[in-house]
Every structure is written in structure tokens, then in C-alpha cells.
């Protein structure tokens, strides 16, 4: 799991709020197991529940990638943590054989 960040600062009254915009990406190629691949959705949910989502400070982007990218949720798709984790939940799990995993491919993708 690769987990990019881009913070940024704004002054609201007389306080500095941080805010962050988190992209997680997960490798959905067999290259793990099914088992390697629920242990991994588990604690990206569990990441989601702890970060302070419903107020607006923290907004998160799910990919998945192997041969190419899938874009499960964007920054501004969802504004609570629980949305979030039902989107995961509701997720298909197949994954793709292996030798499909492209991390360039995926890396060119983050850079647009």
C-alpha cells in the first residue's frame, strides 16, 4: 500500500487548521494472497475510521492498481468516513492473475 499526501494550510478566525488530501493505493494483482488482500482492505479501513474525514479537514482518494488503474473513489466523492467504508465493503475483491502488476504505469498515472 502506497499512501501519497499533498497538505496544504489555511487560516480560519485566529487558528491554522491543516488539511489533507490523502490518495491510498493498493496493489490488486495476485501477487498477494486473498488472505494478504482482506488483512490489507481491513487496516485501510481501519486508517479511513481514525482520520478526521467528517469535518471536512481530511479528504481521501482510493486506487487500485495492477496492469492499470482503477480509481475506486476520489477526493470529493465522499465527505464521511463511514460512505467511505461502505464503498470498500462493496468493493469487488477479484483480483487480477499475476504479472499484472504495473507500477509504473501507476506512477505516471499519479503524476498527471
Known amino acids: 500500500m502506497l499512501l501519497f499526501h499533498t497538505p496544504c494550510l489555511y487560516l480560519h478566525s485566529e487558528h491554522v487548521s491543516a488539511l489533507l488530501d490523502l490518495v491510498i ?29 467528517d469535518s471536512g479537514a481530511v479528504r481521501i482518494a482510493f486506487v487500485e492498481y495492477s496492469d492499470d488503474e482503477l480509481v475506486r473513489f ?14 470498500i465493503d462493496n468493493m469487488d475483491m477479484k483480483l487480477v492473475p499475476p504479472g499484472g502488476t504495473n507500477t509504473g504505469i501507476l506512477l505516471l498515472f499519479l503524476n498527471k
Open 25 to 53: 493505493v493498493a496493489d490488486k494483482s495476485e501477487s498477494l494472497s486473498r488472505a494478504d488482500h482482506f488483512k490489507l482492505y481491513k487496516l485501510i479501513k481501519k486508517l479511513i475510521a481514525h482520520l478526521d474525514v
Open 74 to 87: 476520489n477526493l470529493q466523492q465522499f465527505s464521511t468516513s463511514a460512505s467511505m467504508i461502505e464503498a
